[in-house]
């Protein structure tokens, strides 16, 4: 944008002049145009122009030279950057505190598993128990192709609609919060829940229901308090493998959280999870810094954690529980 003082003519560069009161002298006219060329005095600061007022700083020159003293940075300890509340990776002084984004990561999987495991359990008690025969062989193998959606599409899904809609709805300020990343995770966990909870339902003895409806129960007791109880180990291993899902899910907590580490349990709150910031993060920073030596730890925590989610599944859940159910 050419300054209306200039008369409309473009600033041109001239090497020759390196002084702006020369430049006056040598134009005739202080303020011509392309004759505004200035090297501070002080190497701390930049070139700074105002073309509006067509002036120079020039009290910054005249700054103490006290104040010129750069003063080092306040380091921190490792143990208490991480245990910080603040994460703002990029700046003089770095901070790498993971609680914001344990809170965040928690809220997210607290929200997806409070929706996705009941709605999960119910939709496997229907399938197992309710529907008839050509209603189980649409609805079972459609809820088990959710689990092979793209997570980006379901990111995107939430970005656009999910997140109106409960913002219509609740008038929460921020329009992609922890609920919004909730739900979809919970899109996500529905699926796993579904598919392993049913196959446990289908694989109580059939001897159990009959008894049930035989001594009086109706479908739905028999299905509530007989069948489900029975199967329980395997709709525990169904949950367990749920929050694992959701709490390494990456790109819809990248989209549909806010992505942004809050310290706060607020669920109206935009947040952050762990798996976002590695996802979002290790893609730009610098090998072997100090910044990538914390998102790998995030990354070891997040594996130790999926991990020993699994291992419970596995090693106690189906082999030790199941098999005490089952009376073997």
Not at 185 to 198: C, D, H, M, N, R
Not at 309 to 321: P, S
């Amino acid at each position: 944008m050419v300054p209306e003082s200039y008369g409309g003519e473009p600033d041109v560069y001239n090497a020759d002049v390196e002084d702006p009161a020369d430049a006056a002298q040598e134009s005739g006219e202080e303020g011509a145009p392309g004759q505004f060329i200035y090297k501070p005095k002080n190497p701390k600061y930049p070139e700074i122009y105002n073309p509006a007022t067509g002036l120079l700083p020039a009290d910054i020159d005249e700054l103490p030279e006290d104040h010129l003293v750069e003063t080092e940075p306040e380091q921190r300890e490792l143990l208490s950057n991480l245990t910080s509340t603040t994460w703002q990776p990029v700046g003089e002084v770095p901070k790498f505190g993971i609680v914001p984004l344990l809170i965040g990561t928690a809220k997210t999987t607290f929200i997806a598993i409070l929706i996705g495991a009941p709605l999960g359990i119910l939709a496997a008690l229907y399938v197992a128990f309710f529907a008839k025969r050509w209603v189980r062989e649409i609805v079972k193998p459609g809820i088990e192709l959710l689990a092979g959606f793209p997570s980006v599409v379901i990111g995107f899904f939430c970005l656009v609609t999910v997140a109106s809609f409960i913002q219509d709805l609740t008038g929460i300020p921020y329009r992609l919060n922890a609920i919004v990343g909730g739900i979809g995770l919970s899109l996500a966990v529905i699926p796993i829940v579904f598919s392993i909870a049913e196959d446990a339902l289908s694989a109580v003895p059939r001897s159990l229901h009959e008894a049930s409806l035989a001594l009086g129960s109706t479908e739905w007791q028999t299905a509530y308090r007989v069948m489900l109880p029975a199967a329980a180990p395997g709709v525990f291993a169904a949950v367990l493998l749920g929050i694992g899902r959701a709490f390494g899910e990456t790109m819809i907590a990248i989209m549909a959280t806010g992505n942004a580490p809050l310290s706060t349990w607020s669920v109206i709150e935009p947040a952050r999870t762990v798996a976002a910031t590695i996802g979002s993060e290790m893609g730009e920073v610098v090998w072997g810094s100090e910044h990538y030596g914390v998102l790998f730890f995030l990354g070891v925590l997040l594996f130790v954690v999926s991990f020993g989610l699994n291992a419970i599944t596995e090693l106690y859940v189906k082999k030790r529980l199941i098999k005490r159910f089952q009376g073997q």
